[in-house]
């Protein structure tokens, strides 16, 4: 058997054995509860996964230096992002700053929420970008790891950092020169968040500090866990005294054991993709992994009682980013776009509205600004939902000494890390 053959029967075998993929949703600003993303493979996406690209071929990684650009711009841009992460007018469906970067360039935008899970929209656009055919997507927005993959497959353009100035004037520092993409070469974060715990105090009848406070049998059948592998199996990491970037094989198994016996003992309710948020503002679930700006959208909307903590082992930071695929038709309007969301007017309100950490850094004070206006012109509601978003629109140092990066897998160990995580998942 060729050692591509057996990379190949690796990589199905993984595949198949994550279970359900799943990512983080978004909220409707009016309330109307967590947007289910669907999942998918390919063969396609599995091959690429560990490299292997049509006819048996390795990717090569990516190019060392930016396309050229044209001179002049298309006037036109197709955006792929992920469901409601984006600013929207509730009456006329509009995306009120899009509306405006078109006013201001002339580039009109078709907006996609196409994004619905980072392996299955992999798996939608791997195809052309191994045969070096365009996409369709101009920009995309994915997760910090999956940028990182595609930066080793070879499959992003290089910015040219001449065209999006905004980055480098107003970029908040932990969100440059980030570990899936030294020196920003291929990517621009569009917003990040911290993964920890979700809880309810009136039903846990305590305050939540660990990870281990998941574990206790008190709380049994109301428990909630990610069907995310690196989210679930990096704060049970961390949990071990084990930095998630240094881990083992041995320590993966030693985070399975930790996470199997409370499975089979039926602590935990489900393992859940973003469905999780429903549970807990419906109190179904006591206390749960959680994503930090749902829990500060579900304080808004959904559940006042609920609250967020890092654990005090602690907690992962992931950043979604902007990214240009490879042989994109108007790679100028592209960049166009990218620096326009680096403006801190235009960030100040995406961030108003979808509540994720903004990389913009003069973002916070804007918010708090906002809210000193509503205050002036009466509008108590909104200055209150207003100092809510200030407060979660940025880490607080105190809680980044506690925040953690994921480990870059190769192969070999994405394959033990889910086949270990597998056994916990199915009990």
Request: charged fraction near 25%.
């Amino acid at each position: 058997m060729s050692d591509d053959q057996s990379r190949i029967e690796r990589a199905i075998q993984s595949a198949f054995s994550q279970g359900r993929y799943s990512r983080r949703g978004f909220l409707r600003r009016a309330g109307q509860g967590a947007l289910i993303a669907g999942s998918a493979l390919s063969l396609p996406a599995i091959l690429a996964a560990c490299g292997i690209k049509p006819g048996g071929a390795a990717s090569t990684g990516a190019s060392s230096t930016p396309v050229p650009l044209p001179s002049a711009q298309a006037g036109k841009v197709i955006w792929a992002n992920w469901p409601a992460y984006i600013d929207i007018d509730e009456d006329t469906g509009d995306y009120p700053t899009i509306k405006k970067f078109t006013d201001e360039t002339g580039i009109a935008v078709t907006y996609t929420e196409d994004v619905n899970d980072n392996e299955e929209f992999f798996g939608k656009i791997q195809p052309d970008l191994a045969k070096g055919n365009p996409t369709g997507y101009v920009v995309i927005v994915v997760t910090d790891w999956m940028i990182e993959r595609l930066i080793r497959l070879g499959y992003l353009e290089q910015l040219d950092k001449s065209k999006i100035p905004n980055f480098d004037a107003n970029v908040a520092p932990i969100f440059k020169d980030p570990w899936y993409d030294p020196g920003n070469k291929y990517s621009m974060a569009w917003q990040s968040g911290i993964t920890g715990i979700g809880y309810n105090p009136k039903l846990t009848g305590r305050e939540i500090t660990s990870f281990d406070d998941l574990l206790d049998p008190k709380f049994a059948g109301k428990v909630g866990m990610f069907s995310e592998m690196r989210d679930t199996m990096c704060l049970c990491l961390l949990s071990l005294g084990v930095n998630p970037e240094d881990a083992t094989l041995a320590d993966v198994q030693k985070a399975k054991e930790k996470l199997l016996a409370p499975a089979k003992a039926g602590q935990f309710r489900n393992f859940y993709g973003n469905d999780y948020y429903d549970e807990l503002a419906n109190k179904n679930l006591a206390l749960t992994i959680a994503w930090s700006g749902d829990v500060s959208q579900m304080q808004l909307y959904d559940n006042a009682d609920v609250k967020f903590v890092v654990p005090k082992t602690g907690g992962m930071l992931f950043i979604d980013n902007m990214c240009i695929p490879n042989k994109a038709e108007h790679p100028l309007d592209a960049h166009l776009l990218m620096n326009f969301w680096y403006d801190p007017p235009n960030a100040t309100t995406l961030t108003e509205y979808v509540g994720y950490f903004s990389p913009v850094k003069q973002v916070p004070d804007l918010v708090r600004k906002d809210a000193e206006a509503a205050v002036a012109a009466g509008d108590q509601e909104t200055a209150d939902a207003l100092k809510v978003v200030a407060d979660t629109s940025y880490p607080t140092p105190e809680a980044l000494k506690n925040v953690y990066n994921y480990k870059v897998l190769n192969e070999e160990e994405e394959r033990a890390w889910n086949e270990a995580f597998n056994e916990v998942v199915t009990g």
